[in-house]
C-alpha cells in the first residue's frame, strides 16, 4: 500500500514546516486521477501521526474530478478514469490537465500555541 508511504511524506513534510506546533488540521487535495486512495490515506493517517505534533490533528480531502481535452478534435471533457478516450471523436490522443494533482493545501496550528511574545522595547529618552 502506497498510501501509507505517502501519508508518511506528507506528515513529514507538514512537520518541516511547523516544528513543534500542535497542528489541529490538515488539508489535501487528491485529484481522482492521481492514483492515490483517499479512504487509505484517512486508514493511515491517525497511525502516522500518533507521537507527533499532528497526533489528534483532522484530515480534510479535496477529491477534484479529471478534465481533459482531444488533441485531435479539441473537445474538452471531464476524465474520471485513468483510460481516456474523447467522447467525441474516440480518440486516445488526450492532454489531461487536471486530477492528478497531490497535495497539501493548507496546515492550521492548534490556536491554543502562540509564537513567543517580542521583547518589549526600551522607552525613549529625550
Same mark, same amino acid.
Given at each position: 500500500?502506497?498510501?501509507? +508511504?505517502? #501519508?508518511?511524506?506528507?506528515?513529514? %513534510?507538514?512537520?518541516? /514546516?511547523?516544528?513543534? %506546533? ?8 487528491? $485529484? #481522482?486521477? !492521481? ?13 502516522v501521526?500518533? $507521537? #507527533? ?15 481533459? #481535452?482531444? /488533441?485531435?478534435? $479539441? ?12 467522447? $467525441?471523436?474516440?480518440? +486516445?490522443?488526450?492532454?489531461?490537465? +487536471?486530477? /492528478? ?6 496546515v492550521?496550528? !492548534? +490556536? ?5 511574545a %517580542? %521583547?518589549?522595547?526600551?522607552? /525613549?529618552?529625550?
Amino acid at each position: 500500500m502506497h498510501e501509507l +508511504a505517502i #501519508t508518511e511524506a506528507v506528515v513529514n %513534510a507538514v512537520i518541516e /514546516r511547523t516544528g513543534d %506546533a500542535p497542528v489541529s488540521c490538515v488539508r489535501l487535495e487528491i $485529484g #481522482t486521477l !492521481s492514483g492515490v486512495v483517499p479512504d487509505a490515506v484517512r486508514f493511515c493517517f491517525d497511525l502516522v501521526c500518533e $507521537g #507527533t505534533p499532528l497526533q489528534g490533528a483532522a484530515l480534510e480531502i479535496v477529491e477534484p474530478g479529471g478534465s481533459g #481535452t482531444c /488533441r485531435g478534435c $479539441g473537445q474538452a471533457f471531464d476524465v474520471n478514469d485513468p483510460i481516456v478516450l474523447c467522447p $467525441g471523436c474516440g480518440s +486516445a490522443d488526450v492532454a489531461v490537465s +487536471a486530477g /492528478r494533482d497531490l497535495r497539501i493545501l493548507s496546515v492550521e496550528v !492548534s +490556536a491554543e500555541y502562540a509564537a513567543p511574545a %517580542a %521583547a518589549p522595547k526600551p522607552p /525613549r529618552s529625550g
